[in-house]
């Protein structure tokens, strides 16, 4: 009996500590879960923190193009506002010339007509003054080379003592804004003369000592 009493007890303790165990395992199975269910969330929360910063990026990349492209877009516009207003003033600029021209051929010995053409002049020269500040420049190329690129030929003048496509003589002024010639200089352009010699390599066209006339081709000092 007294062993079987024994056994019975030692029995009873095994059934309940195989309960215990039991509910440690299922604690430690459902902490597990819970466990593995935050790491997912953290491991979500990461990504979707990652994809936000991405966006992020994206969206301030976009912003900065905007702001930049709109910048340039207020710019070219600006600039195509002033090469318009400085074209419709050329023709006003090529009216005072012709007119100062046509007066100072007639004006010698009259004083008032003198003081005419020199008023002329000076508002003239107060406009391209203000339109130099602007960036507007002046292309008069009387004895320079002939550039299709900036000049419009209108006329050719047969010249053998000056090397061949030289600007003769120039009708109308051209004028370059910021770098863009926004009108040609009309001109007349020689033939009949040597060819212009090519410059030498790294070395400025102007730097050569070209000028309108070319080398009489006698070799004497006159």
Do not use: L, Y
């Given at each position: 009996m007294v062993e079987a009493a024994k056994r019975a007890g030692e029995k009873a303790a095994a059934d309940e500590l195989k309960?215990?165990?039991e509910k440690v395992r299922a604690e430690r199975d459902d902490l597990q879960r819970k466990l593995d269910g935050v790491e997912r969330e953290i491991a979500d929360a990461k990504k979707e923190a990652s994809e936000s910063a991405d966006r992020l990026v994206r969206l301030q990349a976009d912003w900065d193009n905007y702001r930049r492209r709109t910048a340039q877009e207020r710019l070219d516009e600006r600039e195509r506002a002033a090469e318009k207003l400085v074209t419709n003033l050329l023709p006003v600029l090529d009216d005072m010339e012709?007119?100062?021209?046509?007066?100072a051929k007639g004006a010698e010995g009259d004083e008032n007509l003198e003081q005419f053409v020199k008023g002329i002049d000076a508002v003239h020269d107060k406009m391209l003054s203000i339109l130099g500040k602007e960036g507007v420049e002046v292309i008069d190329p009387k004895g320079e080379p002939f550039d299709p690129l900036v000049h419009q030929a209108v006329g050719r003048e047969e010249?053998?003592?000056a090397y061949d496509e030289t600007v003769a003589q120039v009708y109308q002024r051209g004028y370059r804004m910021g770098?863009?010639?926004?009108?040609?200089?009309?001109?007349?352009v020689t033939y009949g003369g040597p060819k212009r010699p090519q410059p030498e390599e790294g070395k400025d066209a102007s730097d050569g000592g070209d000028s309108e006339k070319a080398p009489s081709g006698d070799g004497d000092a006159k």
């Open positions: 309960v215990d165990v012709r007119a100062t021209e046509h007066a010249n053998k003592d770098g863009k010639v926004i009108r040609n200089a009309m001109v007349t």
